[in-house]
């Protein structure tokens, strides 16, 4: 017992020495175009003051000397943008193309290998925030607390632990959480909140009697945890209105060609609250995968793109392999061609709606990989979607920020966030898919990723 007192009592003094080095450290990132997240005019020849893992000052070349002491980056011909978010990702899966294969064999390697890798490959994609939909409850906290402590790298995790559901399918118990009653749902709800999660995932809620799926919604609200919900079929999104969810989750509605009218009424009836009604209607359409699968299966090529390897072990890698080896065959996709030509309508319909959209992949569904699949929605969100570079950059970094209830610590370049920022050689606002090669990645003042290369020694500490 005094042995484990005394390694707790070293392992506290040295979290505390590592973080008063880290408050100490200060750097500007020097001269290069900022896209702030605010939505505004770019900010030519910026300069940024960080200090520990705050943002200290922003300005410019011309207005904002960098004082004696600080490491000067130089961000020169670069655009510097806040760190993307992920809204909508699995940790726990590694883009392998068999669900039930994958649940019996890396269960029990989540904690070591799986989500690890996942969130180191996140981070180097310039991806400094995630919301990780769907994992068992002690691994989607264990893996947050690891990168907090800085014993693995990975971007700001917001976890929802276990879905929350009518009916678990067979085999997934582990990560999926059964309601039937409004009493189970009240105790699932709190257990879930209690334990730290810090937001509420909702599928199958229009199987739920709408007692037991109302008292999922605000029970989660008691507690301060948004909801997000599938929008995969039209009751799941009438109800999901009714009962006062947050943020849907995916496009949905399968090959059907666009969303009901009934459905766009009351999309607009709600988005017309506004503030009133506790802010914007979020929207996460995760449109890239079912966009690109097509390309894929034409050029296979990006499957073998060694940047998802990183930290898995080699049978892990061999494994994942094996199931992409016919892409163009996979169980798992075959209503995707059909459902791609509906997607422009229906995120046309959405827009037309108000929703605020939110840049989420699904990322380690089949084919999707940690380290491509944010910037390919971005890409696919400006170059098919036909939204503005701006609004696809805000809907990654400014608007979730917002949505969980984080934008006075994240989001944006501006004094006092956390100095959560990448930057890419070029003009993003031109050309989008440079987010797909990100030159830099800062987290909380810490660099993991310069002149295009991963970092591999970092302080092991950060807030």
Known sequence: ??????????????????????????????????IDGFGNRPIANSVILIRGDKIEEVGTVETLPVPDGYQIISTEGMDVLPGLWENHAHLMLSGHSDYVHWDKHYLHRLTNEIMPASAIQLLLAGVTSVR????????????KRKIISGEIAGPRLFVSGPFIQHEVYPGTEAFRWSVSSAPEAKKKVNLLATAGVDIIKLIDHDKMTIEVAQTVVDEAHKHGLKVVAHSHRPDEIRRGLAIGVDNFEHT?????????????????????KGRVAGGPLFWTPTVEGLWNYSNTVDNPERLDDTCWHKGLKPDTIDDIKQSLRNPGQLQYMQLTPLRKPTLKKKISQ???AGVVFLV????????????????????????????????AIRAATYWPAVMMGVSDQSGTVSKGKFADIIAVRGDV???????????????????????????????????
């Open 1 to 34: 017992m005094i042995k484990k007192i005394i390694k707790a009592l070293s392992l506290g003094i040295m979290l505390l020495f590592s973080l008063s080095i880290q408050a100490e450290t200060r750097s500007a990132l020097v001269g290069g175009r900022l």
């Open 132 to 143: 990780d939909l769907g994992a068992p409850l002690e691994a989607s906290l264990e893996i």
């Open 252 to 272: 949905g509605l399968t090959t059907a060609p666009e969303y009901p009218e009934d459905i766009i009424q009351l999309l607009k009836e709600r988005t017309a």
């Open 350 to 352: 959405l827009k037309d």
């Open 360 to 391: 989420g992949t699904d990322s380690g569904i089949p084919t999707k990989f940690h380290c491509q699949s944010t910037w390919n929605e971005l890409a696919v969100l400006v170059e098919e979607m036909n939204f503005s570079a701006m609004d």
């Open 429 to 463: 606002l031109r050309h989008i898919n440079l987010l797909s090669n990100v030159s830099l990645v800062m987290k909380g003042g810490v660099l993991y990723k310069k002149g295009g290369q991963a970092i591999e020694s970092y302080p092991t500490s950060q807030r």
